[in-house]
């Protein structure tokens, strides 16, 4: 049996609810950030009605991973961040269809959007005319940039943001190049952050009785929260500081002499003597160069040397044994299969094969996060096909048999 098949099956919950049923979320973004933000809104019991344009759906859906087992590419992508969604699919080209797009706006708690800034006001549906008409609703604006500023109609994927944000300059690879996360870093952190930035606005209205407001939440900003006091310290000092700064000394990755890495962090003076210890150098602690964080920082080649040597004898099981003796923050570098396998990883369940309802093969996805004990959240539905809530939510809004299908004729809507 495949560490994958020995996941436990997740099965639906649509019974389940959460803290935030009875929140209805309007979904009109695209690909990453926008599907993340309200993936954490439905995984807790909100009602999210993704929006997609008919015939060919939410760009996410193409993100497809190939590979020799799977020749038509894995939608792992859609299958994890469009769960606990229904879909509407429409072509907002279409008069009707559109004036549907408006009333379903208008059942709503929240709008979240990811056009060019511009785009929602030239379909009439700008911030002014949905506040006029609900002034609760929070409407929440995914850009790249912003919804000001000289930079605000250029094209803003996360790639660029990740450049620009001073990530790729801090991390460099071999020959000094600069390096972009080989992950959707900047849209899953905007992701969070607006989810966030949602929750905050809502209680304004809910518990406060103010009024919705827009959140100007574009990709740029998030990034730049996360990235340390770098800019403080130039600020501070004139200096830039280098490529690839380390923050504290020792730490870093370590190769085994097994072939596998692990991680270690002696970020505070107790721990950096306990690596020491560890390595049999427990009188460095007394040495000048190396009894202070900002000493041993100054010193750090020597003393990762020392370190990478020390390991490059050991088994990563024997040095994760040896280092945790002594009480070391270390832990192996590890990739998919290992995660899979991990008891503390497989004990907490964090992933799970989450059955499909049309006869398919189990997604394996991560569990909802963050855990809540007294009200958790859960997967009630597998992730829509294109449309396929599209006659049930019409019909929610007060359209008949005949006007959908009629609507359907004409291509202003599909329904699978």
Same mark, same amino acid.
């Given at each position: 049996?495949?560490?994958?098949?020995?996941?436990?099956?997740?099965?639906?919950?649509?019974? =389940?609810?959460?803290?935030?049923?009875?929140?209805?979320?309007?979904?009109?973004?695209?690909?990453?950030?926008?599907?993340?933000?309200?993936?954490?809104?439905?995984?807790?019991?909100?009602?999210?009605?993704?929006?997609?344009?008919?015939?060919?759906?939410?760009?996410?859906?193409?993100?497809?991973?190939?590979?020799?087992?799977?020749?038509?590419?894995?939608?792992?992508?859609?299958?994890?961040?469009?769960?606990?969604?229904?879909?509407?699919?429409?072509?907002?080209?279409?008069?009707?269809?559109?004036?549907?797009?408006?009333?379903? !706006?208008?059942? =709503?708690?929240?709008?979240?959007?990811?056009?060019?800034?511009?785009?929602?006001?030239?379909?009439?549906?700008?911030?002014?005319?949905?506040?006029?008409?609900?002034?609760?609703?929070?409407?929440?604006?995914?850009?790249?940039?912003?919804?000001?500023?000289?930079?605000?109609?250029?094209?803003?994927?996360?790639?660029?943001?990740?450049?620009?944000?001073?990530?790729?300059?801090?991390?460099?690879?071999?020959?000094?190049?600069?390096?972009?996360?080989?992950? =959707?870093?900047?849209?899953?952190?905007?992701?969070?952050?607006?989810?966030?930035?949602?929750?905050?606005?809502?209680?304004?209205?809910?518990?406060?009785?103010?009024?919705?407001? +827009?959140?100007?939440?574009?990709?740029?900003?998030?990034?730049?929260?996360?990235?340390?006091?770098?800019?403080? =310290?130039?600020?501070?000092?004139?200096?830039?500081?280098?490529?690839?700064?380390?923050?504290?000394?020792?730490?870093?990755?370590?190769?085994?002499?097994?072939?596998?890495?692990?991680?270690?962090?002696?970020?505070?003076?107790?721990?950096?003597?306990?690596?020491?210890?560890? !390595?049999?150098?427990?009188?460095?602690?007394?040495?000048?160069?190396?009894?202070?964080?900002?000493?041993?920082?100054?010193?750090?080649?020597?003393?990762?040397?020392? +370190?990478?040597?020390?390991?490059?004898?050991?088994?990563?099981?024997?040095?994760?044994?040896?280092?945790?003796?002594?009480?070391?923050?270390?832990?192996? !570098?590890?990739?998919?299969?290992?995660?899979?396998?991990?008891?503390?990883?497989?004990?907490?369940?964090?992933? +799970?094969?989450?059955?499909?309802?049309?006869?398919?093969?189990?997604?394996?996805?991560?569990?909802?996060?963050?855990?809540?004990?007294?009200?958790?959240?859960?997967?009630?539905?597998?992730?829509?096909?294109?449309?396929?809530?599209?006659?049930?939510?019409?019909?929610?809004?007060?359209?008949?048999?005949?006007?959908?299908?009629?609507?359907?004729?004409?291509?202003?809507?599909?329904?699978?």
């Amino acid at each position: 049996m495949s560490a994958c098949q020995a996941l436990p099956i997740q099965q639906l919950q649509p019974s =389940a609810s959460g803290p935030l049923q009875g929140v209805r979320v309007v979904d009109l973004s695209r690909l990453v950030a926008g599907n993340m933000l309200t993936l954490q809104l439905a995984d807790f019991g909100a009602d999210v009605i993704k929006v997609e344009a008919a015939g060919s759906g939410d760009t996410l859906r193409q993100w497809r991973e190939t590979h020799p087992n799977h020749p038509d590419g894995f939608d792992g992508w859609w299958q994890t961040y469009a769960r606990n969604k229904r879909s509407l699919a429409l072509d907002l080209r279409n008069a009707e269809a559109a004036g549907w797009l408006r009333r379903l !706006i208008g059942t =709503a708690d929240v709008l979240v959007e990811s056009f060019r800034p511009g785009t929602l006001e030239a379909m009439g549906l700008g911030p002014d005319v949905l506040l006029a008409a609900q002034p609760s609703l929070v409407i929440v604006r995914l850009s790249g940039w912003g919804q000001s500023g000289p930079y605000r109609e250029l094209p803003g994927f996360g790639s660029l943001i990740e450049g620009f944000s001073g990530f790729a300059h801090k991390h460099r690879g071999e020959h000094g190049e600069p390096q972009l996360p080989n992950l =959707a870093m900047a849209d899953m952190i905007t992701g969070l952050t607006g989810a966030f930035a949602t929750l905050t606005a809502l209680r304004e209205v809910e518990v406060r009785g103010g009024r919705g407001q +827009v959140v100007d939440l574009s990709l740029l900003e998030p990034m730049l929260a996360i990235m340390g006091p770098d800019v403080s =310290a130039y600020a501070a000092t004139g200096v830039d500081p280098k490529p690839g700064h380390k923050i504290a000394s020792p730490r870093g990755s370590y190769r085994c002499k097994d072939g596998l890495w692990v991680s270690m962090s002696g970020s505070t003076d107790t721990m950096a003597r306990r690596v020491f210890q560890a !390595i049999g150098q427990g009188a460095l602690f007394d040495d000048p160069r190396f009894a202070t964080n900002a000493a041993r920082l100054a010193h750090d080649k020597e003393l990762d040397a020392m +370190v990478a040597d020390f390991i490059a004898d050991l088994t990563q099981a024997d040095c994760l044994a040896l280092f945790r003796k002594h009480g070391v923050t270390v832990g192996p !570098i590890y990739a998919p299969p290992q995660l899979l396998t991990d008891p503390h990883v497989a004990q907490r369940g964090v992933y +799970v094969r989450l059955e499909t309802d049309d006869g398919t093969e189990p997604t394996v996805m991560h569990q909802v996060t963050p855990r809540l004990q007294g009200t958790p959240g859960s997967i009630r539905r597998a992730a829509p096909r294109r449309g396929q809530h599209t006659q049930e939510l019409l019909f929610e809004l007060g359209a008949t048999p005949d006007e959908c299908a009629a609507l359907q004729q004409q291509g202003g809507i599909e329904c699978n």
